[in-house]
C-alpha cells in the first residue's frame, strides 16, 4: 500500500474513532510510573483485568521505593486474577528496584534505558514513551495492530519488528502517536479475529483482506 491510500485509511480511522481529551490509552494510568508498571502487567491480558487491580496495586505500593522493597511474593494476591501474575510479580518488583538503583527512582525516557528493565521490551517501551512522555520513537505492534495493518494492507508481514518498520514508513512520524490506539480501537470494534464487521468497515473499499474475500481468495491469515 502506497502512503497517500494509507494517509486516506488513517484520516477515516480518525474520524470514526476520535481522539477526545488526548486520551490514547486504555490503562488508567496518572504518572510515568504507573504507566510502566500497568504496561508490564497488560502483557497477554485484558486492559480490564489491569484496571481492576490498578487502585488496590497503588494504594500499597504508590511509589518505585515502596514497590522495591516488596518481596513478589507480597504482591501476587494483588494482581491474582492477571495471567502470569507470578512472573509478572517478579517482573515489577524487579523493575522497581532498577529504578531505584540506576535511575533515581525515575522511569528512564530511552528506548534502550527502558529495555533494561525486566518484562520490557520493545513494544512496551514504545508504549511508554509515548504515553507517559509524548516521546514517539516507534509504533506499538500489539495482537490488534498486527492482524489489523496485515489485513488492511499496511504490512504483508506478522513480524511485530518488521510491521512497525512498515507502518513507521507509511505514516508521517506526527501521527505515529496515533496510529497504535486507532488500530487496536479498530480491532476491538470491528476487524475482530473472528467475524469482522465488513460492513461496518469505514476503510473496507481500501482493504486487501476484504479485497480478497470479494475476489473468492481465502485471505492470508497467518
Not at 197 to 207: F, G, I
Amino acid at each position: 500500500m502506497n502512503r497517500e491510500t494509507a494517509c486516506e485509511a488513517y484520516r477515516r480511522l480518525l474520524v470514526q474513532y476520535p481522539i477526545v481529551d488526548d486520551r490514547r490509552h486504555f490503562l488508567n494510568f496518572h504518572n510515568p510510573f504507573e504507566t510502566l508498571i500497568l504496561t508490564i502487567l497488560s502483557a497477554q491480558t485484558t486492559d480490564r483485568a489491569v484496571n481492576a487491580v490498578r487502585d488496590t496495586l497503588f494504594s500499597r505500593y504508590p511509589t518505585p521505593e515502596e514497590l522495591a522493597r516488596a518481596e513478589p511474593g507480597e504482591v501476587e494476591p494483588i494482581i491474582k486474577s492477571i495471567g502470569f501474575h507470578r512472573t509478572k510479580a517478579r517482573h515489577i518488583v524487579e523493575t522497581a528496584r532498577k529504578l531505584v538503583s540506576d535511575f533515581g527512582g525515575e522511569v528512564p525516557q530511552t528506548m534502550e534505558e527502558l529495555q533494561t528493565l525486566p518484562g520490557v521490551g520493545r513494544k512496551t517501551a514504545n508504549i511508554v514513551l509515548s504515553q507517559a512522555f509524548g516521546i514517539n520513537v516507534g509504533i506499538a505492534v500489539d495482537t490488534h495492530v498486527r492482524r489489523v495493518s496485515k489485513r488492511i494492507g499496511f504490512t504483508d508481514s506478522t513480524n511485530p519488528a518488521v510491521i512497525e518498520r512498515d507502518l513507521m514508513a507509511l505514516f508521517p512520524h506526527e501521527v505515529w502517536r496515533d496510529i497504535n490506539y486507532l488500530l487496536i480501537r479498530h480491532g476491538r470494534a470491528v476487524c475482530t479475529a473472528q467475524n469482522p464487521k465488513h460492513d461496518r468497515c469505514v476503510v473496507a473499499d481500501l482493504c486487501r483482506y476484504c479485497r480478497e474475500l470479494r475476489a473468492g481468495k481465502p485471505p492470508d491469515e497467518e
